[in-house]
């Protein structure tokens, strides 16, 4: 064989081989379920150390999975191949946004590296649906005034991070009265939520308000309202550098807020809005019930989460 050949093929085959073992370290990195062909691929970006992503995200692509064929996968913050949401600086499998059609963040204070940045922002340039989830307004934090910190979940998700109403309180919401027949609120009914409420002072003009909060007086129901109401859910259309999106979002997302199937509707709801797919939400709202149990740890700060869980594990039978 003549040696140009030779070195020709000898390249392919560094690179097939190569790109066979970064599949392979994407495919560890993350937790995924194939769904039918045809259908969107929704990728999860979690990275957050107070209410539990890494097991409530998995716990809506499950039923999206179920209920509609969807391929879904969800990305973690890692530390030597382990889900450890206290490490801030590392989402893996983020290479799965370039052939995504949908990605629905729930991270907190990230301060990631250029390279992990740079394809979440331009997935959000890209025109496709994306959909957000109570930190997701404070998803990043890199100081020094960086865009990343209160301008991009401002103009992406409609809303960045204020303040909130105590850890110790909880919020009753209720929908929008007027945008009451849209399809996000299908089946959505009036419910108590663990989170306290946000701040949502600057709320886009352009934004379609769909929940309303009240800040309850403790963690339960019942308890005397305080403060202004705000809106917690919304929905809006973000205009990216190659298209416009369809964007989704609600500050609500305690662990043990999905608990309620109202939580669980809205979040359904929102994202099929955001495909483009408001046609498949009945009347009643999409079907919520679970698709395995959910005993999600309490949210908080330190070593709250499960530890030593790993991406392969979160969807095994």
């Not at 499998?93 to 992990?116: S, W, Y």
């Amino acid at each position: 064989m003549k040696p140009h050949l030779q070195s020709a093929l000898l390249s392919t085959a560094v690179l097939a081989a190569t790109t066979c073992a970064m599949a392979s370290e994407t495919a560890a990195a993350v937790a995924r379920l194939n769904g039918e062909e045809g259908k969107p691929h929704l990728v999860f970006v979690t990275g957050d150390e107070e209410y539990r992503s890494e097991e409530t995200m998995p716990m809506l692509a499950r039923i999206l999975h179920r209920d509609h064929g969807f391929t879904v996968t969800v990305c973690f913050a890692l530390t030597d191949g382990v889900i450890d949401p206290n490490r801030t600086d590392n989402i893996e499998g983020l290479e799965v946004l370039e052939k995504a059609d949908m990605m629905i963040v729930n991270a907190r204070f990230r301060n990631l590296p250029d390279e992990q940045l740079q394809r979440i922002t331009a997935f959000a340039e890209s025109g496709k649906p994306m959909a957000g989830f109570r930190t997701a307004t404070h998803a990043f934090r890199y100081g020094g005034g960086h865009l990343m910190d209160k301008e991009w979940p401002q103009k992406v998700f409609g809303l960045p991070w204020i303040s909130h109403h105590g850890h110790m309180n909880s919020t009753d919401v209720t929908p929008v009265e007027k945008n009451a027949d849209h399809p996000v609120l299908r089946g959505v009914a009036p419910f108590h939520a663990r989170s306290w409420l946000y701040h949502a002072n600057t709320l886009l003009d352009t934004a379609t308000p769909l929940m309303t909060g009240r800040a309850v007086k403790g963690a339960e129901a019942g308890g005397e309202y305080f403060g202004d109401p705000h809106t917690v859910a919304w929905v809006h259309h973000y205009k990216g550098e190659k298209g416009g999106s369809r964007v989704f979002f609600t500050t609500l997302g305690h662990p043990a807020d999905f608990k309620q199937e109202s939580m669980r509707k809205l979040a359904l709801n929102g994202i099929l809005w955001a495909l483009g797919m408001e046609d498949a939400i009945p009347n009643t709202g999409s079907k919520a019930g679970f698709a395995a149990p959910y005993e999600p740890n309490e949210s908080g700060f330190g070593e709250k989460f499960k530890p030593g869980l790993k991406p392969a594990g979160i969807f095994a039978e």
